[in-house]
T-cell receptor, first 118, second 116 residues
Framework: AQKVTQAQTEISVVEKEDVTLDCVYE???????LFWYKQPPSGELVFLIR??????QNEISGRYSWNFQKSTSSFNFTITASQVVDSAVYFC???????????????FGKGTKLSVIP | NAGVTQTPKFRVLKTGQSMTLLCAQD?????MYWYRQDPGMGLRLIHY???????AKGEVPDGYNVSRLKKQNFLLGLESAAPSQTSVYFC???????????????FGQGTRLTVV
């Protein structure tokens, strides 16, 4: 079973629109980390945020905000007033303290490609 | 600060050839990972290591071997390259955060490998 699901393969928005990227995860662990990464067209992977399983506070960083809900196993990412520079592939990832076959694996979703049209 | 450095950045191999990809990190991180990225597949874990001298299989380990003889280096080997191994390979490292597991991973710039 897929541990991290990003159901939206591609999203296109017009500049200044708000957009939410969905992430649903699956784990039997009670302690784990969730992450979001950005991969711009240049190809590097840029860390955006980390959230541990004991901290359900939502977080805002400038135009970015994250909504973590353990009840629905979701960790969604919202970009407010999107800009062309936000165009990238965004990955959600899960790190468990124990994952059966081995510990501390870092598992990624398949990513959501966001295109912001000027 | 170098962070995570991968060498080489580009490589073209013929089917059946072997090669080693080198990953070096200067952050004294305990955990290191090798991923491959293919269109529509996201990042898939090949092998990883939770410490010097230890390695473990990830999601797609077949056709690859790894070694971590030194804490700062994590080598990925292809013994007999196949066209299906054409991909972009990323190395990453992360720090252990006590009992919570690992923290955010820092990635190298990637290696674009083409097997013809």
């Amino acid at each position: 079973a897929q541990k991290v699901t990003q159901a939206q393969t591609e999203i296109s928005v017009v500049e200044k629109e708000d957009v939410t990227l969905d992430c649903v995860y699956e784990t039997r662990d009670t302690t784990y980390y969730l992450f979001w990464y950005k991969q711009p067209p240049s190809g590097e992977l840029v860390f955006l945020i980390r959230r541990n399983s004991f901290d359900e506070q939502n977080e805002i960083s400038g135009r970015y905000s994250w909504n973590f809900q353990k009840s629905t196993s979701s960790f969604n990412f919202t970009i407010t007033a999107s800009q062309v520079v936000d165009s990238a592939v965004y990955f959600c990832a899960l790190s468990e303290t124990y994952s059966g076959a081995g510990s501390y694996q870092l598992t990624f979703g398949k990513g959501t490609k966001l295109s912001v049209i000027p | 600060n170098a962070g995570v450095t991968q060498t080489p950045k580009f490589r073209v191999l013929k089917t059946g050839q072997s090669m080693t990809l080198l990953c070096a990190q200067d952050m004294n991180h305990e955990y290191m990972y090798w991923y491959r990225q293919d269109p529509g597949m996201g990042l898939r874990l090949i092998h990883y290591s939770v410490g010097e001298g230890t390695t473990a299989k990830g999601e797609v380990p077949d056709g690859y071997n790894v070694s971590r003889l030194k804490k700062q280096n994590f080598l990925l080997g292809l013994e007999s390259a196949a066209p299906s191994q054409t991909s972009v390979y990323f190395c990453a490292s992360s720090r252990r955060d006590g009992w919570l597991g690992n923290t955010e991973a820092f990635f190298g710039q990637g290696t674009r490998l083409t097997v013809v």
